[in-house]
């Protein structure tokens, strides 16, 4: 067994020893990004196993260890990781866990020090917590950022919003059921093994292969009826995690609408784009603004290449580029508000609305207030500048119930299979299908405020 080591702030570190072994226990946030870059940390010779339980005992963990005016993803993540080393399928003397810390203003850096007190007080003290950060912030030495694991991420990054924006565009639509799952096993399986030759993680291989999937996506037998499309917006963890919206894109898909979530791209080109602007509003140095810039240049340069590779394919609607976001919420919010998800929150939303997509879940998580400045707090002057809105804000913590909160987001679609039916009615000149959408829709009201 491996030796505990500490150092001298009496913080137990993650051992060369332990490297090997130990496995890793991770958080699941997106499923197709973080299968990708568990692969690559195989790759690189760590155990891991990410989590993908989904139960109320989660929850009920998370209550017993996190104060309960924590925020609600802290409670789960948190809550998550502790029911997995009591479940019996680790040695809980033979695991770590993974936890990202980016040094934002809230999640990023405060769930290691929760996790931490957290465990001491279920007994496992001695289990080491090891951070996921570029900052610098903490270090271990049994775990590196080495530069081929940082730039398999950042192509994992890139290839998993392209596969997840086509997949949400195949999936509701898709004549044989499971064929749009099968694609994107295959392309984790292949762009994950290609990583193993480093040559491959270079820009052009990047957009050959792109290209490729997007073809191969392109090649799903599908049915385009009309749907709703619902756009997914909120705090990080809640909006992406199916523990945290508990299952938000399946329920829309049940109730036959297209779910339309934005990539994880413009988060962390939002992230790279505070510390840009923090030079111009606050001062500082202008090497790291440089630094910076450089880096979002390049990562927006992958960004615009996905886009080119999706608007070859008409059948699929591309995504717009973070400079049009960062244009968009000018007149809403300013640049300096980059707490959670910041200005970020309203981008999305109105590029959502102005782009087709005006149909809205708005996820707010408990103790988050700026998800609740940037998030709930502008939904009111978006409608006002943009009439044909609907957006649906909606709670996610420990006490609220699964079927409170989808009546909401089922009046909302109400509202949204009007809107449709009148479109509908406009195009073709009135028909039976439309009086038929409305007939569901109305029928939906009802049952939904029954």
């Known amino acids: 067994m491996a030796e505990l080591v500490y150092d001298k702030d009496g913080r137990l570190l993650f051992t060369k020893e332990m490297k090997e072994e130990y496995t890793l226990l991770m958080p699941q946030m997106l499923p197709v990004h973080f299968n990708m870059m568990r692969k690559c940390m195989e790759m690189n010779g760590y155990k891991v196993d990410m989590l993908t339980s989904n139960h109320r005992g989660i929850v009920d963990e998370g209550l017993k260890y996190v104060h ?34 980016t040094g934002g203003g809230c999640r990023a850096s405060n ?55 086509l997949a949400n565009q195949c999936r509701p639509y898709e004549i044989v059921k499971g064929d749009t799952d099968r694609k994107i096993r295959e392309w984790e399986d292949r762009l994950t093994n290609e990583f193993k030759d480093t040559s491959t993680l270079r820009y052009k291989k990047v957009v050959e292969n792109m290209e490729l999937i997007a073809a191969d996506f392109a090649s799903i037998p599908v049915n385009r ?18 523990l945290g919206n508990n299952n938000l894109e399946e329920f829309l898909m049940s109730e036959d609408c297209e779910p339309v979530v934005p990539g994880l791209l413009d988060f962390v080109l939002f992230k790279i784009n505070n510390r840009v602007e923090d030079v111009g509003i606050y001062g500082g140095y202008k090497l790291k603004k440089v630094i910076a810039g450089a880096l979002q240049k390049y990562v927006e340069k992958c960004q615009n290449a996905l886009i080119d590779v999706v608007k070859r ?35 999305e939303m109105i590029e959502l ?73 406009k195009e073709q000149g009135g028909s039976s299908q439309s009086s038929e959408i409305k007939t569901d829709s109305q029928q939906t009201a009802q049952s939904s405020i029954g």
């Open 68 to 101: 309960n005016d924590t925020c609600y993803p802290a409670l789960l993540v948190i809550g998550q990781l502790i029911d997995a080393i009591q479940s019996g399928k680790y040695d809980p003397h033979k695991v770590g866990l993974l936890i990202t810390q």
């Open 111 to 165: 769930y290691i020090h929760l996790l931490r007190k957290a465990l001491v007080k279920a007994g496992y003290d001695y289990v080491p917590v090891v951070s996921i950060n570029l900052s610098g912030l903490e270090k271990n030495p049994g775990f590196s950022f080495g530069l081929t694991l940082i730039r398999q991420f950042v192509y994992s990054i890139v290839y998993g919003d392209l596969i997840v924006l």
């Open 225 to 242: 009826v009309p749907k709703v499309r619902v756009g997914v917006v909120g705090e990080i963890y809640i909006k992406y995690s199916p």
């Open 313 to 347: 394919h008409p059948e699929f609607r591309a995504p717009e580029p973070f400079s049009h976001l960062h244009e968009l919420v000018q007149g809403y919010l300013g640049y300096g508000n980059k707490m959670g998800e910041g200005w970020l929150l309203t981008g």
């Open 353 to 425: 609305v102005k782009s087709g997509t005006p149909n809205i879940v708005c996820t707010q998580p408990f103790g988050c207030l700026p998800n609740h400045v940037a998030g709930k707090g502008m939904i009111r002057k978006i409608k006002e500048n943009n009439p044909g809105a609907n957006i649906v804000a909606i709670d996610y913590d420990p006490g609220a119930t699964r079927i409170n909160q989808e009546n909401r987001i089922k009046l909302m679609l109400a509202n949204a299979r009007i809107a449709l039916e009148k479109e509908l009615s």
